[in-house]
T-cell receptor, first 114, second 112 residues
Framework: DTEVTQTPKHLVMGMTNKKSLKCEQH?????MYWYKQKAKKPPELMFV???????INESVPSRFSPECPNSSLLNLHLHALQPEDSALYLC?????????????FGPGTRLTVL | EDKVVQSPLSLVVHEGDTVTLNCSYE??????LLWYKQEKKAPTFLFML????IEKKSGRLSSILDKKELFSILNITATQTGDSAIYLC????????????FGGGTRLMVKP
């Protein structure tokens, strides 16, 4: 099973709303990632969690707040977003540290900020 | 600054053609080079290349890495319309949570 699941598939929110994106994997992976992908652009790394600890924050604005409640779950809490934050948000997971480590991506959440 | 560059940006071919996609990289602490195929949503993993000169093959797709010249190619033979997608390459660096730096992608369209 190489499946990473993400919910919701689509999300429309206003600039004053608070919402959360969820990501789940049951492959026993210990690293999880959030990426943001704008149209016709490659994914850009936002955050990396390794063994449930935030190891990388790529200078992401504080209106994006990640959370890793356990090794299988990764959340991204959204608050006071801007229209330019509209994008596809991808979650990925990997073994973490292994030489043959490969990142597997979820289907993404398509976010629209009005 | 780490950089991954893909060429061409886009490509239109007919079914049955063979295509070669290019990926060059300039990264510090290089570990491996990955290829992904992205259709409508999530990138799906194709290959991970770590050693130079060893071809990896999966059906009609194959890929090879040249660590001296810092590039990789992805070949697709006998293309089909289902191969239409964006092909992304990404470099992975040692440590740093196995970060991936993606290239801009090559958009491949295969016409019947």
């Amino acid at each position: 099973d190489t499946e990473v699941t993400q919910t919701p598939k689509h999300l429309v929110m206003g600039m004053t709303n608070k919402k959360s994106l969820k990501c789940e994997q049951h492959m026993g992976h210990r690293a999880m990632y959030w990426y943001k992908q704008k149209a016709k652009k490659p994914p850009e790394l936002m955050f990396v969690y390794s063994y449930e600890k935030l190891s990388i924050n790529e200078s992401v604005p504080s209106r994006f707040s990640p959370e890793c409640p356990n090794s299988s779950l990764l959340n991204l809490h959204l608050h006071a977003l801007q229209p330019e934050d509209s994008a596809l948000y991808l979650c990925a997971s990997s073994q973490a540290g292994g030489f043959q480590d490969t990142q597997y991506f979820g289907p993404g959440t398509r976010l629209t900020v009005l | 600054e780490d950089k991954v560059v893909q060429s061409p940006l886009s490509l239109v071919v007919h079914e049955g053609d063979t295509v070669t996609l290019n990926c060059s990289y300039e990264v510090t602490n290089f570990r491996s080079l990955l290829w992904y195929k992205q259709e409508k949503k999530a990138p799906t993993f194709l290959f991970m290349l770590t050693s130079s000169g060893i071809e990896k093959k999966s059906g009609r797709l194959s890929s090879i890495l040249d660590k001296k010249e810092l590039f990789s190619i992805l070949n697709i033979t006998a293309t089909q319309t289902g191969d239409s997608a964006i092909y992304l390459c990404a470099s992975k660096i040692r440590g740093a949570g196995n970060m991936l730096t993606f290239g801009g992608g090559t958009r491949l369209m295969v016409k019947p």
